[in-house]
Nanobody, 123 residues
Framework: QVQLVESGGGLVQAGGSLRLSCAAS????????MGWYRQAPGNERELVAR???????NYVDSVKGRFTVSRDNAKNTVYLQMNTMKPEDTAVYYC?????????????????WGQGTHVTVSS
């Protein structure tokens, strides 16, 4: 079993910055993709950013140039640096990892989610 623990959410003014972190623990052999989703009230959960095990990144258009996703494989941790934040960034942010668990095939990864952290951007 694998657990993901997030930290770093909170309240920030428009134009400000926050950094989210998510650390995985448990029986982990390797982690394929790491990323962040968010869900605002009344909206569906959307993929914000992801980073592969070769450090290839993808971002939703609305955050390009403002958010940066990164990972530390030695710590099984993914980060989301959010700059020039806007009120429309307000949401619950969830980290996500596609994990190859110890003793499992690389062709049978399992998706794990963090508990969610609230981010509020005031105007």
């Amino acid at each position: 079993q694998v657990q993901l623990v997030e930290s770093g959410g909170g309240l920030v003014q428009a134009g400000g910055s926050l950094r989210l972190s998510c650390a995985a623990s448990g029986y982990i052999d390797s982690i394929d993709v790491m990323g962040w989703y968010r869900q605002a009230p009344g909206n569906e959960r959307e993929l914000v950013a992801r980073i592969s095990n070769t450090d290839m990144t993808n971002y939703v258009d609305s955050v390009k140039g403002r958010f940066t996703v990164s990972r530390d494989n030695a710590k099984n941790t993914v980060y989301l640096q959010m700059n020039t934040m806007k009120p429309e960034d307000t949401a619950v942010y969830y980290c996500w990892m596609r994990v190859i668990e110890t003793g499992h095939s690389v062709f049978s990864p399992t998706d794990y989610w963090g508990q969610g952290t609230h981010v509020t951007v005031s105007s």
